[in-house]
């Protein structure tokens, strides 16, 4: 079978957040071992396995996420990945339905090479801020925290301004002591001009990603955090450190509509099977 590497959230190679794919034969998925010391072995922030299922089913492919760590309830980038790599290869055209451990999510392919995934929305339930996420931040200026609920299960923590944002060097060995999958930081972008609305870190060392690039998932619960506040529906975030990338979304009530492309790097042969 073949792995492939993509760039997702990315208009060309070496930006936006590689993602494993591994498409399989129709049947059930291979032992969850494997798939673990595969996506371990790509050391990826996420590989995503995707299998067809039979005519008939609730969705056209079943579809799971593994990082080097860990299996996930929810992945943006490597789903992009995965409707990339169906369409590239010829595999699936048009709107394309996955079965997931978060349901059946969709992404639809767009004529200018971009696709649109349609996610659920994650609700927001401010809380206190946890001490491990307090010490791991440092001296950010925290406005705010939310949880994110069980698909995400990140803290979404808001800051003062985009440069905190842009400064942030977390202490990962104490945010990896915060109970949920990881913590999503924001802030309003510093001016209109700069080609995106917000700015956005992710940090998840507790699932074995210090920092992500760029996370779809997180955007679930930042589409909803940000509507209000910015007085529309869409908006456009620029995610990441060292490497970043775009995302744009659309808040539909119980659903985010999240949009990229993605660029094919890597494309090999798998030689060790289950």
């Keep these: 079978m073949r792995i492939r590497i993509v760039d997702a959230f990315s208009t060309g190679p070496f930006t936006g957040n590689p993602a494993g794919v591994v498409l399989l034969e129709s049947g059930d998925f291979p032992s969850d071992r494997w798939m673990q010391d595969v996506a371990r072995e790509a050391n990826q922030s996420e590989t995503a396995f995707a299998h067809p299922l039979p005519s008939g089913a609730e969705a056209d492919w079943a579809l799971r996420w593994f990082t080097p760590a860990t299996e996930v309830a929810l992945c943006g980038h490597a789903t992009l990945a995965t409707a990339h790599v169906l369409h590239t290869t010829g595999t699936a055209t048009g709107t394309v339905r996955f079965a997931t451990r978060s349901g059946v999510l969709s992404t639809t392919a767009h004529g200018d090479a971009t696709f649109t995934m349609d996610f659920p929305t994650a609700p927001l339930t401010p809380v206190e801020v946890p001490p491990a996420v307090a010490g791991g931040l440092g001296d950010a200026s925290i ?35 915060h109970g949920g999958r990881g913590v999503i930081v924001t802030a309003r972008a510093a001016a209109a001009d700069r080609g995106h609305d917000v700015r956005v870190r992710c940090f998840f060392p ?69």
């Design 206 to 274: 507790r699932v074995g990603i210090d920092e992500d690039p760029v996370t779809g998932s997180a955007h679930t619960a930042l589409a909803p955090f940000w509507a209000p506040r910015l007085g529309r529906d869409t908006l456009t975030s620029l995610q990441g450190g060292t490497r970043t990338g775009l995302v744009r979304t659309r808040l539909r009530g119980g659903r985010t509509l999240l949009t990229g492309s993605a660029v094919t790097v890597i494309d090999g042969e798998l030689l060790a099977g289950d």
């Design 143 to 177: 406005r705010g925290a939310y949880e994110t609920g069980p698909q995400v299960g990140d803290l979404l923590v808001e800051l003062a301004d985009e440069a905190a944002v842009d400064r942030l060097e977390p202490d990962f060995r104490i945010l990896s002591g």
